[in-house]
């Protein structure tokens, strides 16, 4: 059987009582195969004996006498002491939360000692140890073969409760029971070929190795099995929305990473329809080479879908006028299914309304998503302004709707009445029903899961006697993501760049600030003002608690707030917004801040996005070393959104780390988004990208696909072929 079908319950092991289940589920362990694909962190490496005396070259291993008891403090903080030696020195073992030692190990008695010491107060000492009584008495002479706990033993993630003991005796107890019956879950040829182990062989040796060689196998079978997996999940969803495989390599096309290469003008021009062409010579400036170039590829995408679509159709009415059942198509009608990554300000939005347009031209109704109101009533703003001269319908829809609008809305929309209908995940609730949705637009994509995703596609219209659906997606995404970890991500998924910003922009000049000299910020901010523009002021939080108390190191919006309006600002007009304030307020205050009435806004990260107010030239991010890069550059993007010269100061704290210093150096010296991304990863890891970008599409568990890129290729060329063969 498979791993993953070992559905009996942890607490069906010998030894794993009422109480082991419990604490096993606070670490997400219920199953039998969840346990064994709990995986070790690291190895305690006991193969070799390492006395008292040697303590400085790493964890002590070795066979030791007590020698004495001693007890210290009072009442809760009695606290036993163990004297411990061994042939090489002696040492003070302290038992803090431990009494019951002194009956467990009596003087004279001879144990096992595995710990990390130190010298403190004069002598020899460890708090973190382990022991195992060897004999009641006798001397460490007699022990000088192995030891019982000797060998290479896992080290795992723990819960308050549980000891490695104890999860070490359950996963034993698994891997006699089960671990026979585990079958493989790779092709025959793929294991003898990588010379990979089996699926048996790989868990014993991951729990139970005999030697370091077997962790090193062991991992290696179980993360090119892992990676292996995800790309064949990966290579069906992008056959089943274009009929084809995505390229092996994990390069984009070279056109897109030449930014300086020419856009064909004539093909552009040639690719676009009547409403697209009155859009382009509405706009009051020129689009960017890397506009045009996507939005080329994008109206050749939904040209091939729409053509497969009607000739599919057309087949299905002729069939039913003779009678005859139509034949299968060889592939999925294709639709298109598009990554659009682009910096801050690189005008994704305005691409995708020129891709509206086009389904739009054929009758079709589309759908912009947004990850929260405030961007989303940007976008309906935008919309309407630029297309509803066009005769295009603009709707706006969130929760927040009343239920009067509401009715007469979602009535509009289900009779086709409405072109374009733009807001949050309210768009793709189960009472809205659409005429004819043709193309989904997601901004912000990463926010949504691969769940959500399939939940929109089957909002479109479904081929009859088919599986396929006529819904075309484009994501979208001003949080760069590095290459390599987009492709192997979103690899389903055809990808556009824009790496080049709008003519006249100028980059954001970045200043880092030290905590105590805020007031050359603040002086810099106030010319600024003075000739007529405006300021953003950022905090990592709303108020100064955490945890239910007082953070004093915590600088909050609120009181910064109060502190900036009253003895900083008070001659210009300040406003506060963060996510506690309602939404009707918020979006007052947003829209006074857009038309120039509040002068300087202070806030969290509600600002994050959503928020286009080109005469805001600054923007002072306090504590800046507690966000992540992506989003000081994200929330660094509200500024430098027109020709005015803009500038960002970056606060930091006293006491940063080395690691902290060089991210805020980052920041200083790029506003590349790709860059900045790259560099977090080579700073950060992998974490903060795999777990905020790729959130719900991407969930491993021991591969790690920066660490294990070229496990990664290996896995992914083999996985293509297999699947190659297979669809």
């Not at 809760?76 to 090489?88: A, G």
């Not at 294991?191 to 062991?218: F, G, W």
């Not at 070279?254 to 697209?276: I, V």
Request: glycine share 6%; aromatic share 8%; proline share 4%.
């Amino acid at each position: 059987m498979k791993l993953a079908d070992i559905k009996n319950p942890v607490g069906t092991l010998p030894g794993a009582g009422p109480s082991a289940v419990k604490l096993f589920a606070k670490l997400n362990i219920f199953t039998v195969a969840d346990l064994l694909q709990f995986y070790p962190k690291e190895y305690d490496d006991r193969t070799e004996r390492r006395p008292l005396s040697a303590f400085a070259s790493g964890k002590v291993h070795t066979a030791a006498q007590i020698t004495a008891h001693e007890w210290f403090g009072y009442g809760k903080m009695h606290t036993l002491k163990l004297i411990v030696s061994d042939d090489s020195a002696s040492a003070v073992l302290i038992a803090f939360n431990r009494p019951f030692l002194e009956k467990a190990f009596p003087v004279g008695s001879v144990i096992s000692l595995t710990g990390t010491f130190s010298i403190r107060y004069g002598e020899l000492q460890s708090s973190s140890f382990e022991a195992v009584k060897l004999a009641d008495n006798g001397t460490t002479d007699e022990f000088s073969g192995p030891l019982p706990d000797s060998g290479i033993l896992p080290v795992y993630p723990l819960t308050e409760g549980l000891n490695q003991k104890n999860v070490r005796k359950t996963i034993t107890a698994a891997l006699n029971q089960y671990g026979a019956f585990i079958d493989n879950e790779l092709p025959a040829p793929l294991i003898a070929d990588r010379k990979l182990l089996s699926k048996q062989q790989a868990i014993r040796s991951i729990h139970e190795p005999a030697k370091a060689d077997d962790v090193a196998a062991a991992r290696h079978t179980l993360i090119y099995e892992e990676l292996f997996h995800f790309q064949c999940a990966l290579a069906q969803r992008a056959w089943n929305h274009r009929g084809t495989l995505p390229d092996v390599s994990l390069t984009l096309p070279e056109q897109q990473l030449n930014t300086a290469a020419e856009t064909n003008e004539k093909a552009f021009k040639s690719s676009l329809s009547p409403l697209q062409q009155q859009l382009l010579e509405r706009l009051p400036f020129p689009l960017t080479g890397d506009q045009k170039r996507v939005i080329t590829e994008m109206n050749s995408d939904l040209d091939r879908g729409y053509c497969e679509r009607n000739n599919l159709l057309n087949a299905i009415d002729e069939a039913a006028k003779t009678g005859k059942i139509p034949a299968a198509p060889q592939h999925p009608v294709f639709t298109m299914s598009r990554l659009l990554q682009g910096d801050v300000g690189s005008g994704k939005t305005l691409v995708a309304l020129f891709v509206c347009l086009r389904v739009i031209s054929w009758k079709g109704q589309c759908a912009l998503m947004a990850p929260t109101e405030i961007l989303a009533r940007q976008h309906a703003e935008t919309a309407a302004q630029l297309l509803e001269p066009l005769g295009i319908h603009v709707a706006f829809l969130t929760g927040n709707v009343k239920t009067a609008g509401r009715t007469q809305l979602l009535k509009a929309l289900k009779d086709g009445l409405i072109d374009i209908i733009i807001g949050t995940h309210a768009l793709f609730s189960p009472q809205v029903q659409y005429n004819d949705l043709e193309l989904a637009v997601i901004d912000e994509q990463h926010r949504f899961g691969v769940l959500q995703r399939q939940a929109i596609i089957e909002k479109g219209r479904r081929i009859t006697g088919t599986s396929s659906y006529t819904l075309h997606l484009l994501m979208m995404s001003a949080t760069p993501i590095p290459q390599t970890l987009a492709l192997t991500v979103f690899g389903d998924l055809d990808m556009s760049v824009l790496h080049t910003m709008p003519a006249g922009r100028k980059p954001v000049i970045t200043y880092l600030v030290r905590e105590g000299h805020e007031t050359n910020a603040y002086e810099a901010v106030r010319k600024e003002l003075r000739n007529g523009h405006q300021a953003y002021f950022v905090y990592p939080a709303i108020d100064s608690t955490k945890g239910g108390e007082t953070d004093s190191t915590l600088k909050s919006a609120e009181e910064m707030f109060a502190f900036l309006s009253q003895n900083v600002y008070s001659e210009f007009k300040c406003a506060l917004v963060h996510s506690r304030i309602d939404e009707t307020e918020q979006e007052k205050i947003l829209s006074d801040f857009r038309s120039g009435s509040i002068r300087i806004l202070a806030a969290t990260t509600v600002i994050e996005v959503g928020v286009d107010v080109p005469n805001a030239t600054c923007i002072v991010i306090e504590q800046a070393d507690r966000f992540g890069l992506a989003q000081l550059h994200q929330l660094r993007g509200r500024v430098g959104r027109s020709s005015a010269q803009s500038y960002c100061f970056l606060v930091y704290g006293k006491d940063i780390t080395e690691t902290g210093v060089e991210r805020m150096k980052v920041l200083r010296q790029s506003t590349d988004g790709f860059y900045i991304a790259e560099q977090d990863l080579k700073l950060r890891g992998p974490g903060e990208v795999t777990g905020t970008i790729q959130a719900g599409n991407l969930s491993l568990g021991i591969a790690d696909i920066v660490r294990d890129h070229d496990v990664l290729l290996q896995a992914r060329a083999d996985a293509f072929t297999y699947m190659k063969n297979k669809l």
